[in-house]
């Protein structure tokens, strides 16, 4: 059975920074693709960041302030986030997914919430 575990979350003033760490079981982040994801009040879920064999991909609202990596010895992956805004709140999943396929495994978030 997969399990996804985010944490880092929290409360951070504008142009601050927060990591959210995602740590697997089940699955292996090495061998997976993943995502993190976001959703904020009354808005779909949006694509934030991945990883996968061949790269990493941002959504043009992040890029250039969110970094996506992870660690295949602790089996977790990491979202670096930089010049925090308000409208970066939300709350932050994490996903896994076999290789070139839909994820299929999602954590069960952590809240980010940037003050003005």
């Known amino acids: 059975q997969v399990q996804l575990v985010e944490s880092g979350g929290g409360l951070v003033q504008a142009g601050g920074s927060l990591r959210l760490s995602c740590v697997a079981s089940?699955?292996?982040?090495?061998?997976?693709?993943m995502g993190w994801f976001r959703q904020a009040p009354g808005k779909e879920r949006e694509f934030v960041a991945s990883?996968?064999?061949?790269?990493?991909m941002y959504a043009d609202s992040v890029k250039g302030r969110f970094t996506i990596s992870r660690d295949n010895a602790k089996n977790t992956v990491y979202l670096q986030m930089n010049s925090l805004k308000p409208e970066d709140t939300a709350v932050y999943y994490c996903?896994?997914?076999?290789?070139?396929?839909?994820?299929?495994?999602w954590g069960q978030g952590t809240q980010v919430t940037v003050s003005s």
């Open positions: 990883i996968m064999w061949f790269g990493t």
């Open positions: 089940g699955r292996t982040v090495s061998s997976s693709d």
């Open positions: 996903a896994a997914g076999e290789k070139g396929l839909a994820y299929d495994s």
